[in-house]
């Protein structure tokens, strides 16, 4: 038999155990360092508290055994953590722009670390963040979840910018500010206060029972935060966030006249599908007359969406104040925009169009080789910037919604086949500009420093 102090010190042992089985070569040299640093502190951080607490003070211990625990689970996560699972430039390319936000403004905090893994179907999309506690005091690490069956499938990923959100929520720097705005984004609706939402779903959606105390409050809570995250997700990817929610969330949705006894813990996807047209209007991602070289282009992937809202608002669904959507995403964007990046870039339609016309030459959408034609010898051919990959997915969405309107891709197989090779020349795409990356970033540092270092090329 063990004490229970005992006990935790051998599992502290074993924790420890498992770190040093953990990653080995799977990320940079850098990111595994950095990795085992954090981990290495934070089992120093709990050794200490266990070695302070007697085996008498028992509330103190579970503490202690809660935060060994948590540790084991994380490690456990990232040690299932695989390249080859998932669409890693994808990945890297979206940790990039969501670090900075999810940063605590503190004076030692550095920008977390992000660990991908695979894991079951379309529903595993996550990213489990970690809020600041005492033993995650310099940099947080984050597990970002894809779902296996859709490892190539970046123009589905898009929808991970939702997740983002989530992580973003839990950062204590900005959450008030977040909660601001959550405030102006539900203001004046039925789901503005938890009485009001349960009254809502009790006459919408047949729910009858509250559950126990507490319940309705924290589904309220939990609702706000997803339709906030639906905003987070668009202003973050662009048009693209649009397609991959209504893609995946619609053939999830529960059938019209589907009673739950409880209030659900998410919104549901008509209602959300409204609000984020509503959004997508307000930030200009919609064709307009003056807009006449999208209007060529985008026609189709515009009308779906707006089609697709303007019936299920027709059909009732309406839920939240239009007018206070605009205005919370005016706010989220203004939020959003004073973070490196983390804002989908301004629409540049002829850049899409390049993009477009490589995808219709079945190679990956990038404007250099399209456009140029020629080999880059030297830094002092000036290569242009990377192209942004969230214009990549979205070049990729705008020419799926063209060709798939052509007869030949009624079939499934071609369907299948289609969607298959936009992903993959849209991931290969991500990929060259990420090595684009590295290039000027090394470049550019040997014509500041004479040396070429390696190191992290963003
Ligand atoms: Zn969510």
């Known amino acids: 038999m063990f004490s229970p102090k005992d006990y935790l010190l051998v599992e502290w042992a074993n924790v420890r155990r498992n770190l040093q089985e953990t990653l080995r070569f799977r990320y940079s040299e850098s990111h595994i360092r950095d990795f085992y640093a954090e981990c290495e502190e934070r089992l120093d951080y709990i050794k200490k508290n266990l070695d302070a607490t007697s085996t008498k003070e028992t509330s103190d211990l579970r503490e202690i055994a809660l935060s060994l625990d948590n540790l084991a689970h994380l490690i456990a996560r990232v040690e299932r953590s695989h390249l080859e699972e998932f669409s890693w430039p994808f990945g890297d390319a979206l940790a990039h722009v969501a670090k900075h936000i999810c940063t605590e403004q503190l004076a030692l905090q550095r920008e977390p670390l992000f660990f991908f893994a695979a894991e079951g179907g379309i529903n595993s999309y996550a990213i489990r963040p970690e809020k600041q506690g005492p033993s995650a005091v310099d940099q947080k690490i984050f597990s970002v979840i894809f779902p296996r069956?859709?490892?190539?499938?970046?123009?589905?990923?898009?929808?991970?910018?939702?997740?983002?959100?989530?992580?973003?929520?839990?950062?204590?720097?900005?959450?008030?500010?977040?909660?601001?705005?959550?405030?102006?984004?539900?203001?004046?609706?039925?789901?503005?206060?938890?009485?009001?939402?349960?009254?809502?779903?009790?006459?919408?959606?047949?729910?009858?029972?509250?559950?126990?105390?507490?319940?309705?409050?924290?589904?309220?809570?939990?609702?706000?935060?997803?339709?906030?995250?639906?905003?987070?997700?668009?202003?973050?990817?662009?048009?693209?966030?649009?397609?991959?929610?209504?893609?995946?969330?619609e053939p999830m949705a529960l059938p019209k006249g589907t009673a739950s006894q409880f209030v659900p813990s998410h919104p549901p996807f008509e209602c959300r599908m409204i609000a984020l047209v509503e959004a997508a209007t307000e930030l200009g991602f919609f064709y307009s007359r003056d807009r006449k070289d999208k209007e060529s282009l985008a026609r189709t992937f515009d009308a779906a969406l707006i089609d697709k809202a303007s019936n299920l608002r027709a059909a009732g669904h309406s839920l939240l104040i239009s007018r206070n959507v605009r205005k919370a995403t005016r706010e989220l964007m203004a939020l959003m925009g004073r973070f490196d990046d983390l804002v989908f870039p301004p629409l540049d339609f002829e850049l899409i169009q390049k993009l477009d016309r490589a995808l219709e030459r079945n190679i990956p959408p990038t404007e250099g080789i399209v456009a140029g034609g020629k080999r880059i010898r030297q830094w002092e051919d000036r290569v242009p910037d990377r192209i942004d990959f969230r214009h990549i997915l979205y070049a990729g969405w705008v020419h799926w919604s063209n060709k798939r309107k052509l007869p030949i891709y009624k079939e499934v197989d071609s369907m299948e086949k289609l969607f298959s090779t936009i992903n993959r020349l849209c991931s290969h795409a991500i990929l060259q500009q990420q090595s684009i990356g590295w290039w000027i970033h090394n470049l550019s540092r040997k014509s500041h420093d004479g040396s070429v270092e390696k190191g992290n090329p963003r």
């Open 149 to 249: 069956s859709l490892k190539d499938h970046v123009l589905l990923h898009a929808i991970l910018a939702h997740e983002v959100g989530h992580a973003a929520y839990a950062t204590d720097s900005i959450l008030h500010d977040l909660q601001r705005i959550c405030e102006t984004l539900i203001a004046g609706s039925p789901v503005a206060t938890p009485n009001g939402m349960f009254a809502w779903c009790k006459n919408n959606i047949g729910v009858v029972n509250k559950g126990s105390s507490g319940v309705v409050a924290e589904r309220h809570a939990s609702w706000t935060e997803e339709f906030y995250c639906d905003l987070f997700g668009l202003i973050l990817c662009g048009p693209s966030y649009l397609c991959a929610f209504q893609s995946m969330l």
